[in-house]
């Protein structure tokens, strides 16, 4: 009997979805998850950045996957370490050194889907013919956008729902100004409670308080968060910070680190909390104590968090915006403090809000959610993808190594080295910053300058309206590029790609509550980067043109991703010294070199056009 013939249809959509899900769990899903588990900016960009490293080298390693086995084999094997990884990452989530743990999967699981990549776009064209390939090429950018889709939208929302369900009931309290009150006495009292009947709930003081708009010497300011400050901590509520005399400082820290930041926040000055402005009069405070109706399970947590959710931007949360209620503290008060603007002088009002979702417990399900899917793959792939009689292991290892260190060596020397280089380095310098730091941005509260979206709304955000305008951007940009070709284009597509990250700064300066507003601008940003990407795409592929295009292209593929993850990996660190609006201006001045190098670069003016049949 012949062997039975797969339809491509059974197994391209499934092996390209699968193929992006990693992806997108690597570079955005991980920054998301670890700033909602409370990671640093800092930690997040450097770490997560780290994780492009696998497809920077993808191209020294995939002789290795022709070398051994068959490609069919690397993608079943690949997709069993990636479920492997994804349920490791689910597993250490709660664990105590959860960041270390997770990082440790996040990077097999980077490897492992760097080698699916190569595997994958391999088997695509042994399995395939030339018509075929051509025919189902749309096929599997829909089914990796699909993908894109899932990860950036579906699974952030499902995370976000689970963290939504998983808490106590949130908890709502005002406060108001008024200008017919004396300034407040506080007075901080450390005294127990008894336990309540009934469910488990938070208990807030005063539901409505006002504050005096008198303002206070920042000496009584200074003292009463230093008073709450020390109170909480000997309670447990908040971690005990250590000082600089009782930290380790490595000569890096010693030499470069410190210095450089002291000088930074002297020539950019950071947003500053209002309690910190350089006036000997500072904004009225009000107090508020949260404590629990009974002591929690034994062993567990209860994790508060709290930020502003609607009203003047006059009022400020300047401590207490997590709080962490044990079986020790809960019958005491957790103090919070709520100052206004010593600049509001009439009656006005906000309202603040505390969530206190299981955040471990809710990305702990969604990758396991992950994993299961994963799983499913590797058995369906097992069965459904053919088996070409061209997909064979290559036995002659010293001809391949020689071939392969011959096609690096002829990369290097291309006509316009110089110029490509930095293009492909210098692009999207800009980009490679903002992107680390745009969920961040807007996961993070007011009170820190974010604009305190829920984990829901940000996959909303970026997983459907995002996708859709970088879906519309890139069709667009590749439509018009065939019309008038890339040189043509480049000028306007180099714009494209950096213009938009103003709406960033608008974003960071106004602070806008509504969603659509915030949707609005993102999507912008993202049909920017979608149209202005076609370019970048289509110069990779005149450069790496020659006889041994497959090759070169993936070394180019390899400079886009050291070009990502370089800037990336200090993007963190600087936007904690200055601030998000200053860090968002740093990102447009770094749009700068990609303007410069494309004016050096040497384009056929036919190339990308359409040729008549």
């Known amino acids: ?136 090429v749309g096929i599997r950018s829909t089914f990796y956008r699909m993908a894109m889709i899932t990860g950036q939208g579906l699974l952030i929302i499902l995370a976000g729902t689970l963290e939504s369900k998983t808490g106590l009931t949130p908890i709502r309290f005002e406060i108001l100004s008024s200008t017919d009150i004396n300034p407040d006495r506080w007075k901080l009292t450390d005294k127990s409670f008894t336990a309540e009947e009934g469910d488990l709930k938070f208990i807030v003081d005063n539901q409505s308080q006002q504050i005096s708009t008198a303002v206070l010497s920042a000496d009584q300011a200074y003292k009463l968060e230093s008073d709450v400050v020390k109170l909480n901590e000997a309670n447990g509520f908040i971690e005990k910070e250590l000082s600089n005399s009782t930290k380790t400082l490595t000569w890096w820290s010693k030499t470069v680190s410190i210095p450089l930041k002291t000088w930074l926040k002297e020539v950019l000055d950071k947003d500053t909390d ?51 209620f044990t079986e020790q503290n809960w019958h005491k008060n957790a103090w919070v403090l709520i100052q206004i603007d010593p600049k509001l002088n009439k009656e006005s009002g906000a309202m603040f809000e505390g969530l206190s979702g299981n955040i471990p417990f809710a990305w702990s399900i969604t990758f396991y959610v992950l994993s299961g899917m994963f799983i499913l793959f590797f058995f369906y792939h097992r069965f459904i993808l053919p088996r070409p009689g061209s997909d064979v292991t290559t036995s002659e290892g010293k001809n391949m190594f020689r071939e392969f260190f011959s096609t690096f060596i002829s990369f290097f020397k ?16 800009g980009e490679s910053q903002l992107v680390k730091l745009a969920s961040p941005f807007l996961l993070d509260t007011r009170e820190h300058s974010g604009l305190g979206l829920t984990t829901s709304e940000v996959g909303i955000i970026y997983g ?20 008038k070709g890339l040189k043509h284009w480049i000028w306007w597509m180099t714009i494209a790609i950096n213009l938009p990250n103003l709406v960033y700064v608008y974003l960071s300066y106004a602070t806008p509550s509504d969603f659509l507003v915030i949707a609005s601008c993102v999507a912008v940003e993202q049909f920017g980067y979608g149209f202005g990407f076609t370019a970048y795409m289509l110069f990779m592929i005149l450069f790496a043109e020659g006889k041994s295009k497959t090759a070169h292209f993936a070394i180019c593929t390899g400079l886009m991703a050291l070009g990502m993850m370089v800037p990336g990996m200090i993007s963190g660190w600087l936007q904690e010294i ?6 968002f201006i740093w990102v447009i001045i770094c749009t700068l070199p990609g303007f410069f190098v494309i004016r050096f670069l040497k384009i056929d003016p036919q190339f990308g056009i359409k040729k008549a049949e």
């Open 578 to 583: 200055i601030g998000y609006r200053n860090f």
């Open 274 to 324: 209002v309690a910190n402005v350089s006036s000997d009069n500072v904004g009225n405070i009000g107090v508020v104590g949260i404590r629990l109706s009974a002591p929690p399970a034994a062993g567990a947590n209860v994790v508060l968090n709290l930020g502003r959710k609607s009203g003047d931007k006059n009022f400020k949360l300047i401590h207490g915006e997590r709080l962490v």
């Open 1 to 136: 009997m012949g062997k039975r013939i797969r339809s491509p249809w059974a197994w391209v959509p499934s092996l390209y979805f699968a193929e992006g899900i990693p992806y997108v769990v690597v570079m955005t899903v991980s920054v998301i998850m670890y700033k909602r588990l409370g990671i640093s900016n800092t930690d997040i960009a450097l770490y997560t950045s780290w994780l492009y490293l696998p497809w920077v080298i993808k191209p020294f390693w995939s002789p290795f996957v022709d070398l051994f086995k068959t490609k069919r084999w690397w993608i079943i094997i690949m997709q069993l370490f990636i479920g492997a990884g994804l349920a490791g990452i689910g597993f250490t989530i709660p664990a105590p050194s959860f960041f270390q743990y997770t990082l440790v999967f996040f990077w097999l699981m980077a490897f492992s889907s760097a080698t699916h990549d190569i595997a994958a776009d391999g088997f695509y064209m042994l399995g395939l013919d030339e018509h075929k390939q051509a025919f189902f």
């Open 464 to 483: 459907t309206i995002g996708i859709i305008f970088l879906t519309i951007g890139g069709i667009l940009g590749g439509y018009l590029a065939s019309i």
């Open 414 to 429: 291309k006509d316009n080295l110089g110029p490509a280089l930095a293009f492909f380095l210098l692009f999207r310098l």
